[in-house]
Every structure is written in C-alpha cells, then in structure tokens.
C-alpha cells in the first residue's frame, strides 16, 4: 500500500460546494485520511459521516448520504467490492460515488467505471479539484432528485386526476343508467296505456317483448341489438291508442270498414314514435308499422313480403301471434299451446320467415317458461 496513505498530502485551497449542507460519507481504513478529509469538508460547510471499513461504510449507508468518497485500497472488502454493492441498491442508483485512489492504470479506472464510479480523485488530493468534482456531482444529485420529486408529483397528480375521472365516470354512467331506466319506464308505462285500452294487462307486452328477445338471441343477434328489440317490441301496438274504443273492444267480428280502420293502428303507432332522438323509438315506429307484413306479402300496411319487411317485424310478428293466440281477447278465448303451434305452424313460409319460425321452435322451452312467468293477473 503507497506511503502516501498515511499522508493524503491535501493542498487546503478553497473548497467550493452547495451551499446547503450535504452528507458525506467518507471510506477510508487510514484514521488519519479519515480525520484529515472530514476536517476539509466540515470546515466548508459539509456534514461528514466516516467509516474504516467496506461492511461498516454499508451500515452506515442511507438517504441522507448525498455523496460516497471511497478508498480503492482497503483491507478485506475494497473500494471496488464497496462500489458494487451500492449500486445493487435501487434507490442508491444515482448516488455519487469518488473513488479516492493512488492507482492510475487505465486498465484500474475502468474497473472502478464498470462497478459503479462516477468520477476519481487521485492522491495527493488537491482540495480544489475535490471541491470541483464533488459540487459537480452534488448537482447532478440534486437535479436527479428534483425529478424524481417531480416525477413523483406527476404520478400523485396521475392517480389523483385517474382516480376523480373515474369517479365522475362512475357517476355519469349512474346518471345514464337512471336516464335509460327512466326512458325504458315512460316507454313500458306509455305500451302498457295502449295495451288498457285493449282491456289486456301488462303482461302481454312483457311476455311478447321477451318472446322477441328469445327469438333475436337464437337468430344471433348481438346482444345490443337484442337488448333493442326486447325494449321497443312492446310499443308494437302503441297506434290502437287512436282507434275508436266501439272498433278496438267490440266482441264481434269486424266489418269491412271497421276492419280498415283497426289497420291503421300501425301508421298511427309509426307516426307517434316516428322522428324521436331515441334508437329505442325509432324501432319502436319500425316495429309499429312491419309486425302486421306477412312473408308472403298479404299483410298490411304496405304488404311487403320476404326480407322486404324489417326484421324487428318479422321477428315481432311471430311473438305477437303465439300471444294472441294463447290470450283470451274480449272478441275470442284463450287456445292452448298445442293448438297455437298447429295453427303457427301452417302460416311458416306464409305467415311467418320461415327461419325464424324455426329458431321460435327451437327455443320453445324457454317460450314457455317466460309464459309460465307473466301469467295473466
């Protein structure tokens, strides 16, 4: 080890640092280097902490150490060992370390680069290039851990904003949900009017609206479109509102005339809900005006056949039917299921899109457990 360690030979020149009151951690197993460096920077302002040994200089490492000066020659655990392992510490990844060091190979600086220095300072020591070096490096500290604060300023200020904006979200969502509640409410309410004056309850448009929902899903619709279908079908008859209540309830069968103006019950219905700002109405008017078109094309209003009529209607239509024909109306009574599908099944390819007669077919168990659920009060 060179002579020169028990006399760091420092020239006591001026030492210029920031002006706070940084921490060094000086690492050196000479008293004397020791005594004579933590003097030097005491003296400028430079709180001082002091450790013989690679072990002891770990210990006394934490965050309020700003800056490591750290002897390469060293008993046991070297300076090289020492830079090493303060590095494998994530938050002393930015921590300035000096090598202090009498070795001037090429070959021994870059290894101290490789295990983690940031600069060196060869023996003897000259104070004022100590002094340089070190209120350079405490810079680049000081930056570095401004941004960091900053950094962690904006990812508080990230979480806060993320968080508040879910938040309000959270309570748009809420209030968009009450709206569609309140919306799919007026709608029910305002079917369910038009279904009174036809002396049947409620329960024919939950059950019919729901027999087109299961008829949408089978013939694979997604389930926004079904969720369409199942809330406009029951203003299929919302038109009969403007048919003379003598017309709409007469227990006999319609004349030729009285059976012209009971048709007009789906223009009426297409004209109140026609022209809304709701995709729930403007299927609603769609439904309105198709669910009475045959596929054969001698339905009304506008006898349109095949896949001419819209396919909410043809799908409304077969629902329709299977609940009229199963419900007591004040100019018939109730038939069974049984007869209900005989009578269905001659109208598939006529009456009905022969496909979707199928997928009704096919999906019948759950037809009868939604009849079986909203039964007539």
């Not at 360690?5 to 006591?12: A, D, E």
């Not at 962690?152 to 009450?178: G, I, P």
């Not at 929902?213 to 279908?229: F, P, R, S």
């Amino acid at each position: 080890m060179p002579t020169s360690r028990t006399n760091p030979g420092v020239k006591m020149t001026s030492l210029t640092v920031e002006a706070r009151r940084d921490r060094i951690l000086v690492v050196d197993d000479e008293l004397i280097n020791r005594k004579v460096l933590e003097g030097l920077l005491k003296a400028h302002g430079l709180d001082c902490v002091s450790a013989e040994s690679g072990p002891t200089a770990l210990q006394l490492l934490d965050k309020s150490i700003d800056l490591v000066l750290l002897d390469i020659m060293m008993p046991g655990m070297d300076g090289f060992a020492v830079a090493r392992a303060i590095r494998e510490v994530p938050e002393f990844a930015d921590l300035p370390i000096v090598m202090v060091t009498a070795l001037s190979a090429k070959e021994d600086r870059l290894k101290a680069v490789q295990a983690g220095a940031n600069d060196f300072v060869a023996k003897p020591i000259d104070a004022t290039e100590l002094g340089v070096r070190m209120a350079s490096l405490l810079r680049m500290k000081k930056y570095h851990s401004e941004v960091k604060e900053y950094q962690l300023h904006l990812e508080q200020m990230v979480t806060e904003k993320t968080s508040a904006l879910r938040s309000a979200l959270a309570d748009l969502e809420r209030a968009r949900q009450a709206t569609v509640q309140a919306h799919m409410e007026t709608i029910h309410k305002l079917s369910a009017a038009a279904e009174y004056k036809d002396e049947d309850t409620a329960s024919h448009i939950m059950r019919m609206s729901r027999y087109c929902a299961v008829i949408a899903k089978g013939h694979g619709l997604d389930e926004e479109q079904v969720d369409l279908i199942l809330n406009s079908s029951p203003m299929h008859d919302i038109g009969k509102m403007g048919i003379p209540d003598a017309i709409l309830l007469k227990p006999g069968k319609l004349t030729e005339d009285e059976w012209l103006v009971m048709r007009r019950h789906t223009l009426i219905g297409a004209s109140i809900l026609r022209g809304g700002s709701s995709k729930y109405l403007d299927a609603g008017a769609e439904i309105a005006l198709s669910h009475h078109e045959k596929w054969d094309g001698t339905g009304y209003p506008n006898g349109l056949s095949g896949h001419e009529i819209p396919l909410s209607g043809r799908i409304c239509a077969l629902a329709d039917v299977f609940d009229a024909l199963t419900t007591r109306r004040p100019y018939k009574q109730a038939l069974s299921n049984e007869r209900s599908l005989e009578i269905m099944a001659a109208g598939r390819g006529q009456h009905f899109d022969p496909d979707l007669y199928d997928v009704f077919i096919a999906n019948y168990d759950l037809v009868l457990e939604i009849q079986r659920s909203y039964q007539e009060e």
